[in-house]
């Protein structure tokens, strides 16, 4: 269900979408995404240092990088169905003993805002 990928998060203020584009791509990563607030860049595992040592060596630096599980799919929610999911996520990420928590749920953004503000 899950590809263990390379993820970078770069701030849009940092890099021009051109600019970053060609630099990630020469680098070895896979994908360049607009995640609205910051660029998302996807990398295969063995390609990540790479591409953040092209970043740095370009003056751009990463708000965040790490080896992830990306879903290959995603499991569009609604409803209770989305706010049950929103609090077993809470829950598990709150627990002392769990280090990351991956998952392939699609909620709309106003569904979360709303589970945020009944909470």
Do not use: C
Request: no cysteine; glycine share 6%.
């Amino acid at each position: 269900m899950f590809h263990r990928k390379g993820e970078i998060s770069i701030p849009k203020e940092a890099a021009s979408e051109d600019k970053l584009l060609d630099l990630v791509l020469e680098a070895g990563a896979e994908d360049l995404k607009d995640d609205g607030s910051a660029w998302y860049v996807v990398t295969p595992p063995e390609s990540l240092e790479a591409v953040k040592e092209a970043l740095g060596k370009a003056g751009i630096t990463p708000a965040s990088a790490e080896i992830g599980m990306v879903p290959q799919n995603y499991v569009k929610l609604t409803g209770s169905q989305a706010q049950q999911m929103l609090r077993l996520i809470e829950a598990l990420e709150e627990h002392d003993d769990v280090q990351h928590v991956y998952a392939n749920f699609d909620i709309d953004e106003s569904e979360i805002q709303a589970a945020v503000g009944a909470n």
